[in-house]
């Protein structure tokens, strides 16, 4: 079984909260650590003509804008507190691509924050958290 | 609260009257305007529509017709028929099967159809169909389903071509099209004339962007609002139009375009759900209006123009709804990201399917088999009015698909009217991508040209609105088949380097090299 722990990081506190668990359980054991932050993205969903050109152009400013404001300020968090992080950005729907990940690296736990971008919207289609905890491949940690 | 309450009241008492008055003192004033309009269209635009639609020496027979018909046999045997080898492989590739997970947030070869798709699925479907059948009789359909199947491989030639040879800029957007394949293409090749051909054909491209792209969807859409609401001058509905098509083209409002666009798909489905469903409560008579699309193919069941004229008519609304051979789509595409260019071919060929043998076919049912077509019982051939087949109630275009809906199912109309305008509006948005993409090619990119080609396009709209059908339609279709003309000489230059890209892809899918990822 390998040592690794993904943690899922939207950017939120309670994301944040996640990431000093996840950080907590690996610190001092022989584990690695997979940082992951996810942007939504559906290939079925319909874009106009101008949507679709531009497509390419805003996929890079998306990613490096995740790079920098989300996952690299937590990475050198971490880095500093002495840990190796192995950061990914991934596009997709966000259940589906932290499974992905779990099931690519092996990982033996996922942790996630309970409360992402709480709202209506999670209210009527369920959180990510909830949705982990139907159907995720390994154990799942949700962080209050 | 109280006075924020009454005071808003008054404003709406007020705003209404004042519309009251301006409604009433316009009619008299206002046909005189679109008269205007109509009688300065039709004769300024005559003499290229009567060059289109010139018939062959002799006959009655328009070679616009046989030009198209020739360019999708050819291909449709040039590729073997490549329209039914590949259409699994299409499916799976739809599906992301082959899709490459890294990626994601790429666009989709889903996403490409379907931005594809809503900009041809529109009033061809619903109005070019009805004037199909009442020209041309039922017999058009079957034409009209033969052209489906074959533009398909026009199709995937085109859209191959758009892909392989599209401009890519240093900020990530890309400009492709006929335009830049044939002055590309041609290079490669050898081939002299690449640059003149490929400004014709962003010519005519800015034509059909204007006409078919934009005037003919006006101005159906005005015909369907006025058939629910009640008659008023077209100029309305045309400057209501140009407002909301200039604040998403001028103005970037993209959430309209977006809400748009998320809506149409489902349009579409529930529009030929419901086609299926009066389909299916008259499932008596299916054998009998199957009978009569296969009889008028080959007679015409007493149609002007006989077998020839069912075909022409088929012929001529399957090019203009599905737009094969016209080289649009192949704009559509190029902006699509993906290593392999016949990928987008192999998608796109599906649009063709969908547009014509699927949803165009729906709308020719529905109207046979509701019996809107008048026959004379005695001889139980079509009664012939001033060169189309009476209607009950005297309608055409939009107006019959809507009374073809509205016998069986009483409130179709309405939402048929609401799905009128949002198919409208979305052609119209692509369109204008299209011709813009014409106009820079022509004007060179920059901010300026774009501003005055948008304006252009509203103003046109205001014009589509107000003009007559007649004058409208003939302009929409000469516009459109004159890109048909020049891209399919482009398109017959450049088989060559087609085919060799289809069979170098196909033998790396057989050997393994190009796999699946799911």
Not at chain 1, 18 to 41: K, N, P, R, T
Not at chain 1, 115 to 132: C, K
Not at chain 2, 46 to 65: C, H, K, Q, R, Y
Not at chain 2, 418 to 438: D, R
């Amino acid at each position: 079984m390998s040592n690794t722990i993904i943690v899922a990081y939207d950017g939120s506190a309670a994301g944040r909260r996640a990431v000093d668990f996840a950080a907590a359980l690996v610190q001092g054991a022989e584990c690695s650590l997979v940082l992951l932050h996810v942007l939504e993205w559906s290939p079925y969903s319909f874009l106009t003509p101008d949507e679709v050109e531009e497509r390419h152009a805003r996929r890079k400013v998306e990613l490096a804008r995740a790079e920098s404001a989300i996952v690299a300020p937590i990475k050198a968090d971490l880095e500093a507190a002495g840990l190796k992080v192995n950061a990914q950005i991934r596009y997709g729907n966000v259940t589906d691509t932290i499974c992905e990940v779990a099931q690519e690296t092996g990982a033996r736990q996922i942790v996630i924050g309970r409360t992402g971008q709480a709202g209506v919207m999670s209210r009527l289609f369920g959180s990510v958290a909830g949705a982990l905890a139907q159907v995720a491949p390994v154990p799942c940690t949700i962080v209050p | 609260m109280q006075t924020h309450t009454s005071r808003s009241a008054s404003v709406c008492r007020l705003a209404a009257a004042a519309a009251a008055t301006l409604f009433s003192a316009l009619p008299a004033q206002a046909s005189a305007l679109d008269e205007t309009i109509n009688a300065v269209f039709a004769s300024t635009t005559g003499w290229f529509v009567n060059f289109i639609f010139a018939p062959l020496p002799g006959t009655s027979f328009p070679w616009i017709v046989l030009w198209l018909v020739v360019g999708a046999v050819v291909m449709t045997l040039y590729f073997g028929f490549i329209q039914f080898r590949v259409i699994r492989h299409s499916l799976q590739l739809v599906r992301g099967d082959f899709s490459d997970p890294k990626d994601a947030g790429e666009v989709s070869h889903f996403q490409a159809l379907a931005t594809a798709l809503s900009g041809t699925v529109g009033l061809g479907n619903i109005a070019g169909v009805a004037v199909a059948v009442s020209i041309g009789g039922p017999g058009a359909t079957f034409w009209m389903i033969l052209a489906g199947l074959l533009g398909m491989a026009s199709k995937f030639t085109e859209c191959t071509l758009g892909v392989k040879y599209r401009n890519e800029y240093p900020d990530g957007t890309v400009s492709g099209g006929p335009m830049y394949y044939i002055t590309k293409g041609f290079a490669e090749r050898g081939i002299p004339g690449g640059k003149a051909l490929a400004i014709l054909f962003a010519i005519f491209c800015v034509l059909g962007s204007l006409g078919g792209g934009n005037m003919f969807q006006a101005n159906q859409a005005h015909q369907q609002i006025a058939g629910v609401f009640g008659d008023f001058p077209g100029w309305i509905t045309g400057i209501i139009f140009a407002v909301i098509v200039f604040a998403v083209i001028v103005g970037g409002l993209k959430s309209i375009a977006r809400v748009t666009d998320k809506i149409v798909p489902f349009m579409g489905v529930l529009y030929c759900g419901t086609a299926l469903v009066i389909v299916l409560m008259n499932y008596d008579k299916i054998g009998w209006a199957f009978g009569q699309i296969f009889a008028g193919a080959f007679t015409g069941l007493g149609v002007a123009g006989g077998m020839v004229g069912a075909l022409i008519q088929g012929f001529k609304r399957a090019a203009f709804s599905n737009e094969a051979g016209v080289g649009s789509a192949a704009i559509a595409h190029s902006a699509v990201r993906t290593k392999e260019p016949i990928t987008e071919g192999f998608v796109s060929l599906l649009e063709p399917f969908i547009d014509t043998v699927v949803i165009c076919t729906m709308t020719a049912l529905v109207i046979v088999i509701t019996q809107q077509l008048m026959i004379d019982p005695a001889t139980g051939l079509y009664i012939i009015q001033d060169g189309r087949i009476a209607t009950v109630g005297g309608t055409s275009g939009v107006g019959l698909t809507s009374a073809a809906f509205g016998s069986a199912v009483s409130w179709f109309p309405y939402v048929l009217a609401v799905a009128v305008i949002l198919f409208a509006f979305s052609t119209m948005i692509s369109w204008s991508y299209y011709g813009l993409k014409a106009w820079t090619y022509l004007f060179g990119e920059g901010k300026g040209q774009e501003l005055s080609f948008k304006l252009l396009f509203c103003l046109f709209v205001v014009i589509g609105a107000a003009a007559n059908l007649g004058p409208v339609i003939d302009f929409s279709d000469a516009a459109i088949f004159a890109m048909a003309v020049v891209n399919i000489i482009g398109l017959y230059m450049l088989l060559p380097i087609v085919k060799r890209e289809l069979e170098s892809y196909l033998s790396r899918l057989r050997s393994g090299e190009i796999r699946k990822f799911r």
